[in-house]
T-cell receptor, first 114, second 116 residues
């Protein structure tokens, strides 16, 4: 089946620990995105990548890092510098053509701090 | 910067009835896209409908339709013949058509409850 997968579904982080959230897509999409969702708020963009080996900061990139070594994969690392990481994280991808660029989302990862 | 406002934190509708969710946005651009996404309790974001700003005709997808008023910067979602499965959080989102890889700007969402 074609789609976007995120793992794990739930992730627990200890103080001072870096954790990595996985996002994989087999839709052959060029562009990939990471959003953060907090209660009572809409989604906010953390990072996005338009092409392999290239990525751009979104509105709330501080305390996060990403890589894009393969077209299918766009992992997000939540570093110890992110002081309030508890949130729901959503990965999305799109074909890449601006005129046809509808973003499709994965099932999300819930990150909790111990 | 663009902003999206959903002024209804929560709405209720009786099964089989019609409900309209409101969305307004602010932008200085003339070319953009607007979206409604649905987020059920599973938290999977599902695209409901999409509207291109350069098209005057309102988009429709089965029981879902929009009322796009470009001059008023308004983009409401109408759900007809509401079903229990429509219960979810609904997000309105904006994306610029300029450039490539542009982000979606989301509103805060509206919780829709469907009563049987």
């Amino acid at each position: 089946d074609g789609g976007i997968t995120q793992s794990p579904k739930y992730l627990f982080r200890k103080e001072g620990q870096n954790v990595t959230l996985s996002c994989e897509q087999n839709l052959n999409h060029d562009a990939m995105y990471w959003y953060r969702q907090d209660p009572g708020q809409g989604l906010r963009l953390i990072y996005y990548s338009q092409i392999v080996n290239d990525f751009q900061k979104g509105d709330i990139a501080e305390g996060y890092s990403v890589s894009r070594e393969k077209k299918e994969s766009f992992p997000l690392t939540v570093t110890s510098a992110q002081k309030n990481p508890t949130a729901f994280y959503l990965c999305a991808s799109s074909i890449g053509s601006a005129r046809q660029e509808t973003q499709y989302f994965g099932p999300g990862t819930r990150l909790l701090v111990l | 910067a663009q902003t999206v406002t959903q002024s209804q934190p929560e709405m209720s509708v009786q099964e089989a009835e019609t409900v309209t969710l409101s969305c307004t946005y602010d932008t200085s651009e003339s070319d953009y896209y607007l979206f409604w996404y649905k987020q059920p309790p599973s938290r999977q974001m599902i695209l409901v409908i999409r509207q291109e700003a350069y098209k005057q005709q309102n988009a429709t997808e089965n029981r879902f339709s929009v009322n796009f008023q470009k001059a008023a910067k308004s983009f409401s979602l109408k759900i007809s013949d509401s079903q229990l499965g429509d219960a979810a959080m609904y997000f309105c989102a904006y994306r610029s058509a300029l450039g490539y890889g542009n982000k979606l700007v989301f509103g805060a969402g509206t919780i829709l409850r469907v009563k049987s």
